[in-house]
């Protein structure tokens, strides 16, 4: 790879806990992507006791076991997991160019921009769109199949 092509490489990151991936975790991390076409795509996984706080219930894997599931889709680049008390510092160590949002995730992004620019780092906040989204969702997917 020449330096002008590595110069080139935006680094996407997005955030997610993606207990089993389906098409809708696919359709976000192509849309995620497809923000720039010289992209690196950073997939950072909730922890499980981030999860309890958000959602109120523990995932039904855990975050080791999500982690090498979004690891194995040929979309992403890089998989890290979430900080456990301070959701910036793994995203500072990441220096991602664009965050890209769910069109659903609302904890802990209220002043991301804001928070991360006081750390030293600029960052283009881009919300994506949802994939089906009366479909594609966990809590639906299990009432659906009954699990």
Aim: contains cysteine; aromatic residues 8%.
């Amino acid at each position: 790879m020449s330096n002008r092509k590595i110069k080139n490489i935006v680094k996407i990151m997005v955030f997610g806990t993606f207990d089993g991936l389906h098409s809708g975790h696919l359709d976000f991390f192509k849309q995620a992507k497809s923000l720039s076409t010289e992209s690196f795509l950073t997939v950072s996984i909730a922890r499980d006791k981030n999860v309890k706080k958000i959602k109120n219930k523990f995932p039904k894997l855990k975050e080791k076991e999500r982690f090498a599931l979004v690891l194995g889709c040929n979309l992403v680049d890089k998989v890290v997991l979430s900080g456990i008390k301070n959701h910036i510092l793994h995203i500072l160590r990441e220096a991602p160019q664009i965050i890209a949002l769910g069109y659903d995730q609302r904890a802990y992004v209220k002043n991301l921009k804001k928070d991360l620019a006081k750390k030293g780092l600029k960052v283009k906040i881009i919300r994506l769109k949802p994939y089906k989204n009366h479909v594609y969702k966990n809590h639906l997917l299990k009432k659906r199949l009954r699990i």
